[in-house]
């Protein structure tokens, strides 16, 4: 066992410094291609649905109305981004939460003010049916990014104006959700029974991987952010359970449903 001084984390050294600087060298000596949004920007688009899910190009009502306006790079994948109806973004988002989070800073640097994200997630409470989303009201940030966007806490608020227009959308399609804590973590190896326990005691029904980095990294910045979670599994002390549903028409309702929250408050 590696035994140390918790409090002199690396990961705990949170410091307000401006990146304006640093960022915009980055993005200037990196050849970032910005000048693909000028069509969004002439628009006024500043939405942008976050997708998460594989194999968007499956879900072929919404692909037909998308143009391909920019390509998020990582040193291991490409991200497209389009324009939806040409009137918001659709961004397919890197997993995990620094990879997500980047995306982010390079889409609120060409001024997206608004994010809702769609995924799945992990459930750990067994009696909550299969077919019922989450909208994280806040996140445990058992992850890293957070830290470096606000000071330590125990979990991160995700916008609640937001997640009313959500809860209130879901409600006139007559879906099933609830508003609920879950918890974000970088190891998905390490949801351990007792970790599992310890979450669950903190009010935490669902496990995923970015929520609380992107919430923080939104907050930080004074952008509204939300997010909607359909279970994929469920998964408790000593068991796992994959959940079977038809994924395109589920994706292919929820776009359309982000779609329209965010016209609504456009």
């Known amino acids: 066992m590696v035994v140390g001084d918790a409090k002199n984390a690396p990961i705990l050294e949170f410091d307000q410094e401006d990146t304006t600087t640093s960022k915009n060298q980055f993005f200037n000596q990196g050849k970032k291609e910005f000048w693909r949004f000028i069509e969004a920007r002439k628009n006024g688009i500043n939405e942008c649905i976050l997708f998460f899910p594989r194999a968007f ?16 790079k990582s040193a291991s994948s490409i991200s497209p981004i389009y324009i939806y109806k040409n009137s918001i973004l659709i961004a ?3 997993l995990g939460g620094p990879a997500a989070a980047n ?7 060409v001024g997206v003010k608004r994010f809702i994200a769609m995924g799945s997630c992990g459930c750990l409470d067994d009696r909550l049916p299969s077919s019922c989303l989450i909208i994280p009201t806040s996140a445990i940030r058992d992850e890293g990014v957070s830290y470096h966007y606000l000071p330590a806490s125990r979990d991160v608020s995700t916008s609640k104006t937001l997640n009313n227009v959500i809860g209130e959308t879901l409600k006139k399609y007559k879906l099933d959700y609830v508003f609920a804590k879950i918890w974000t973590t970088d190891a998905i190896y390490r949801e351990t029974p007792s970790r599992i326990q310890r979450r669950k005691a903190e009010g935490a029904i669902a496990v995923e991987m970015e929520c609380a980095s992107l919430a923080a990294v939104c907050l930080s910045k004074n952008i509204e952010f939300s997010e909607i979670l359909y279970i994929s599994d469920v998964i408790t002390n000593d068991s796992w359970k994959l959940r079977r549903y038809d ?7 929820l776009v359309k449903i982000c779609y329209e929250i965010l016209k609504s408050l456009n």
């Open 57 to 72: 190009n499956e879900l072929q009502e919404i692909i037909v109305d998308c143009k391909l306006v920019y390509e998020f």
């Open 92 to 94: 397919i988002t890197p």
């Open 103 to 109: 995306l982010i800073e390079e889409l609120s640097y």
């Open 247 to 253: 994924k395109i028409k589920l994706r292919t309702k």
